[in-house]
């Protein structure tokens, strides 16, 4: 099958009727039409923010890799654009996989990952290499006459000759650089580093990272940035080995604080930690806006797990919301954006609420914002039911004792289930959650953004009930709703 823009667009528009809307998400960026994964080319360009995605317009399952391509002036509401990338050169012919965008000259350039197939066996027969678009209107994009812009001989030895992909280009100190993920051949992640004057001509500039053996077999989708003068790495281990309650999901995304030395290229670091500690959240990208905001959106999925909406709804896959990226002393804080509030209706407000059982609030919905403090006391345990339903209900928990946060989602509806959990601190007695729940997604920001949790649930539309339970005297300290539309 041959691959064009103008085919992507044309099926698109001719089928588009065929949405389901029962699980459509209010409030985050789905694609317009079939299968999504990672979030691609994030940047504010000419005064709007552009989100590309991993895109597969013809069936909500993957398949040959487009760029999806959505604008927004607040990154609530979007608006989609024509099909960026489709698979339509030798040196991208088997998709055009993730990579990122930054402007030069007031032009809009694309840098991704061509992917190549060189026999039947999608496992083991392919190579990948880098390639570059631009753009004068952030709208149609041209391929550049020289691509691949990082070709397979210039991967150096100890590197993998096949997963070389999702390069995420920065500029630092005048000159440009790239990062790529890959891994040794042996079973662990690396992440390489290359250098550019005009994003054409690269040259590699160091292997600044790689597993311990205790980061996964390889690195996908590496974010390199700035943040009050530390350098933050992010990236997306595969397969990596759960440690405690971290890291339960099959593939993880994870964070180091570190500082990049180009020179030597070596990327130090001490710690690494989760982005988010819950089930469906990978591959994310960051991009700094206008404001100056370091800013974060990830695919809301996971590889090799149900998607229930690929049965019969024609589309699959959405994003999270953008999340603002903080320094606090050696970790990262992820908060919600302040543009959120523009989307609130129907305030509802009640405190001191003194609970001990289970207690139906005076609220409901299926698309909120939630705002709770509850105040320990003497529960042995304590939260909240969401998406209530007959027998449905989706349970966040939280345990003095053990000092555990629990998310379950083993009776949230259709075809998904299991429990993440993360380790919380009461801050003066205080649990404090906000709570971002939208038609089939729910994101959990905990003791203001300290950690997050986010999960797909697929509850019937009548679950809409939402419960405080305790277990032992507590107290909810005040409770906030806004409807999110
Ligand atoms: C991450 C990823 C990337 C790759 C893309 C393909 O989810 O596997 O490494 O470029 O998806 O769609």
Redesign the pocket.
Known sequence: MTYTLERADLFISENKHLLRQDYRLNYHLMSELNWM??PNGFVHYKGQYHMFY?HYPYKPV?GP?HWGHAVSTDLMKWEYLPVALAPDQQYDRD?C???SAIEKDGKLYLMY?G?IMTGPNKEKDYYQLQNLAVSDDGVRFTKVDVNPVIDVKQIPDGASEKDF??PKVFEKDGSYYVVL?SNDGQGNGIILLYRSNDLFQWSFAGEIARSDGSLGDNW??PDLFELEGRDILIM?P?RMPAQGNDYHNL?STTYMIGSLDTDKGKFSYNEYRPVDYGFDF??PQTTVDDKGRRIVMA?MET?ETAIPTQDGHHWAGAMTLPREVKLSGDRLVFEPLEEVKAYRSNPYEAHSIAMDGLQDLDISGDSYELQVVFEAQQAEEFGLKLRVHGEEETVLSYRPGDRLFRFNRDKAGAGLGGERRCDVELENGLLALRIFVDKSSVEIFIQNGEKVMTGRIYPGQQSIGIQAFSNGACQIQSLLKWDIK
């Open positions: 994964n990672d991993q993957w890799m998709g996989f993730s990579g990952t992917h992909r999702d993920g996908e989708c997306s595969q593939h990978y591959a695919w590889w």
